[in-house]
């Protein structure tokens, strides 16, 4: 019996190139990616098996030098990561997870208590954000659409 494998992927990118945070993407507590992100990077993850199944992307490095400020310490710019293009085997992800957002779990970089967000695509603090699905795919797909 052939298993199925469902192909996870997306692009992360940057806006402060020489400023990077790190982004690590587990698939179910297995780190399957790892990289400082100083240009765009196009992602691909297989996902195989069947049942209740789980991504997390970590985002971390974020400090003080991260942030630009002006002569008057007012933040004129962040590093931050953009996900963007998240699909299942080509099914674009975007619309649906505009109607119901990721779950982004931060602390502000340690400077507040922690908070749970909706996530639409950018993402300024260490943290986490999780893709709860469930394989095969395209029936949570229909499920969720």
Partial sequence: MDVEVTDFSCTVSTNLKERPIALTIKLNDREVFTSIITDDQDISIPVTGEGQQQLK?????????????????????????KLSNLSFDGFDLNKMLL?????????????GNEVTEDFFDIAG????????????IYNWLLENM
């Fill in 57 to 81: 992307f970590i985002v971390s490095g974020k400090t003080d030098d991260c942030t630009i400020r002006n002569d008057d310490g007012d933040i004129v710019d962040s590093t931050t990561l």
């Fill in 99 to 111: 109607k119901s957002p990721l779950p982004y779990t931060h602390n502000f970089n340690g400077n």
């Fill in 125 to 136: 603090c260490n943290g986490e954000i999780v893709l709860n699905f469930s394989t095969p």
